[in-house]
């Protein structure tokens, strides 16, 4: 977790480290990300990561929880995800619209795979509180629900890249987001949505 040396940082060196933090992680994982990679792209001394996270692996958590705090801001209680037969489609279309917008919070939330860990759980509970803002009828078993709908909105992220034939690791050395044809975003959701349906009501 990070120290309060790290959180009373001005704010412009904090969005300055977090920005470098990001892209060696996002792009190369928590056993390929290396502290020593990040303080040289940041000019700084090693010392001074020690000061901010007491190790690589309480400076990746707070990446993921940071993302994930990130998403959760822009999900609940949004009142764009109206109840009814459009609600699930709102849901989507925020989604991808966060995914593309930040790639790489996108990627190190999706790589957080393990069902066991605290990050992976939180995602699901984020997944099932989105489900019932939709109000659509779910599985009788609500965190298959949760994990299957967070399976296909990571399918639906990589899917898109994909068929948009979209450098993705060009983009996760960077904070810029990723642009797609509005109308293509909007019939590839209505497709997912539709998907959706089919498997978790």
């Given at each position: 977790?990070?120290?309060?040396?790290?959180?009373?940082?001005?704010?412009?060196?904090?969005?300055?480290?977090?920005?470098?933090?990001?892209?060696?992680?996002?792009?190369?994982?928590?056993?390929?990300?290396?502290?020593?990679?990040?303080?040289?792209?940041?000019?700084?001394?090693?010392?001074?990561?020690?000061?901010?996270?007491?190790?690589?692996?309480?400076?990746?958590?707070?990446?993921?929880?940071?993302?994930?705090?990130?998403?959760?801001?822009?999900?609940?209680?949004?009142?764009?995800?109206?109840?009814?037969?459009?609600?699930?489609?709102?849901?989507?279309?925020?989604?991808?619209?966060f995914d593309l917008a930040f790639p790489q919070y996108a990627v190190m939330l999706y790589n957080q795979c393990l069902p066991d860990s605290l990050q992976y759980q939180e995602?699901?509970?984020?997944?099932?509180?989105?489900?019932?803002?939709?109000?659509?009828?779910?599985?009788?078993?609500?965190?298959?629900?949760?994990?299957?709908?967070?399976?296909?909105?990571?399918?639906?992220?990589?899917?898109?890249?994909?068929?948009?034939?979209?450098?993705?690791?060009?983009?996760?050395?960077?904070?810029?987001?990723?642009?797609?044809?509005?109308?293509?975003?909007?019939?590839?959701?209505?497709?997912?949505?539709?998907?959706?349906?089919?498997?978790?009501?």
């Amino acid at each position: 977790m990070p120290t309060a040396t790290f959180l009373n940082l001005p704010s412009t060196k904090k969005r300055r480290f977090l920005s470098a933090a990001y892209a060696e992680f996002a792009s190369k994982g928590v056993d390929g990300g290396s502290i020593t990679n990040l303080v040289k792209s940041l000019e700084i001394a090693k010392g001074s990561i020690y000061q901010y996270f007491g190790s690589k692996i309480d400076l990746h958590q707070y990446l993921i929880e940071h993302a994930l705090e990130s998403k959760k801001r822009l999900f609940i209680g949004n009142e764009s995800i109206s109840e009814g037969q459009d609600a699930l489609f709102s849901a989507n279309l925020l989604a991808a619209k966060f995914d593309l917008a930040f790639p790489q919070y996108a990627v190190m939330l999706y790589n957080q795979c393990l069902p066991d860990s605290l990050q992976y759980q939180e995602q699901i509970s984020l997944s099932t509180e989105i489900l019932s803002q939709t109000e659509i009828y779910m599985l009788p078993n609500v965190s298959l629900a949760a994990a299957l709908y967070r399976s296909l909105q990571i399918g639906f992220f990589y899917y898109l890249v994909s068929n948009q034939n979209i450098p993705l690791r060009e983009y996760l050395f960077t904070s810029e987001p990723i642009e797609i044809d509005n109308e293509v975003l909007i019939d590839e959701v209505a497709q997912l949505t539709d998907k959706t349906q089919k498997l978790i009501k």
